[in-house]
């Protein structure tokens, strides 16, 4: 479930171990979904996105994969790292001729070494 | 590798006062954005720019925001009258171009009102 205020939810895994991230996103009419990855005390940095009419898309280490029937998005990492330690944010654009990207409230992932 | 820079990097202000906030896109984008994210909470849109105007802005950024790109490389966002509750780190943000959605951010501002 959604959390609000400082209660992120938080995945915790161990360093070598494969990480997915779960996002849902609200509007079916998005059309181009994004992943960011937030260390403390830094802006958002891109990791992956995604466009609607693709439900799998590969990066170094990471994995996005888009189901458009259930508005799920997931994000999966190989491998993880002490490095890979951030708060992670999905975002979605919905369709049209704007710009906007509406934000996920964040997974914080913690690799314990 | 070209990124996107802001100053300062933490601003006090007293609540009334007026704050700019700047930042310097990267260079060849066309696309700019202002976010806002209060600590511990989503990343929220405030405003994207292109052209010399306003593209798209939320319900945030209402009369007592600005924005502007005074010369070719700096967007700076305004805030006439700070409020308590304008404490916050803000995010600018630029893309590329119409068919690029991505957009780079920089380290942020952290605003306090006091």
């Known amino acids: 479930g959604e959390s609000v205020g400082l209660h992120l939810p938080t995945l915790s895994v161990q360093e070598g171990d494969n990480s997915i991230i779960n996002c849902a996103y609200s509007n079916s009419a998005s059309d181009y979904f994004i992943w960011y990855k937030q260390e403390s005390g830094k802006g958002p940095q891109f990791i992956i996105d995604i466009r609607s009419n693709m439900d799998k898309r590969q990066g170094q280490r990471v994995t996005v994969l888009l189901n458009k029937t259930v508005k799920h998005l997931s994000l999966q990492i190989a491998a993880t790292q002490p490095g890979d330690s951030a708060v992670y944010f999905c975002?979605?654009?919905?369709?049209?001729?704007?710009?906007?990207?509406?934000w996920g409230l964040g997974t914080s992932l913690a690799v314990n070494p | 590798e070209p990124e996107v820079t802001q100053t300062p990097s933490h601003q006090v202000t007293q609540m009334g006062q007026e704050v700019i906030l700047r930042c310097v896109p990267i260079?060849?984008?066309?696309?700019f954005y202002w976010y806002r994210q209060i600590l511990g909470q989503k990343v929220e849109f405030l405003v994207s720019?292109?052209?010399?105007?306003?593209?798209?802005k939320s319900e945030i950024f209402d009369d007592q925001f600005s924005v502007e790109r005074p010369d070719g490389s700096n967007f700076t966002l305004k805030i006439r009258s700070t409020k308590l509750e304008d404490s916050a780190m803000y995010f600018c943000?630029?893309?590329?171009?119409?068919?690029?959605?991505?957009?780079?951010f920089g380290p942020g501002t952290r605003l306090t009102v006091t």
């Open positions: 260079s060849n984008h066309l696309y």
């Open positions: 975002a979605e654009r919905s369709a049209g001729n704007n710009r906007k990207l509406i």
């Open positions: 720019f292109y052209n010399n105007e306003i593209s798209e």
């Open positions: 943000a630029s893309s590329f171009g119409t068919e690029s959605y991505e957009q780079y």
